[in-house]
């Protein structure tokens, strides 16, 4: 009499490999979403810095945590399961 853990590991694994092209799309999304954390956490003003980058454009006072914002990013798109509409 097997036990549920002896059945799973009997299954023959399948690998879910992704292709270039959305391991790109991922990677794209990701970079995205961390520059608009960044423009967030620090910035007033000017987050496509199309002006010099001053310093009436910093905030004094950060208000979030940039540590935790890029698994965060990534962790979003993996529960999302796919590109996000209007990404490629």
């Known amino acids: 009499m097997g ?14 490999v992704l292709s270039k092209q ?10 995205a979403a961390n520059y ?3 423009g967030q956490i620090y910035l007033y003003d000017n987050p496509l810095l199309k002006k010099r980058l001053g310093k009436e454009h910093i905030k004094p006072r ?22 996000p509409a209007g990404s490629t």
């Open 62 to 83: 950060l208000l979030g945590h940039w540590g935790t914002t890029p698994g965060l990013n990534l962790t979003s798109f993996g529960v999302l399961g796919k590109e």
């Open 3 to 16: 036990s549920k853990h002896d059945e799973r590991s009997t299954l023959k694994a399948t690998p879910n």
């Open 22 to 31: 959305e391991l790109e799309a991922i990677d794209a999304y990701w970079r």
């Open 36 to 38: 608009l954390s960044v």
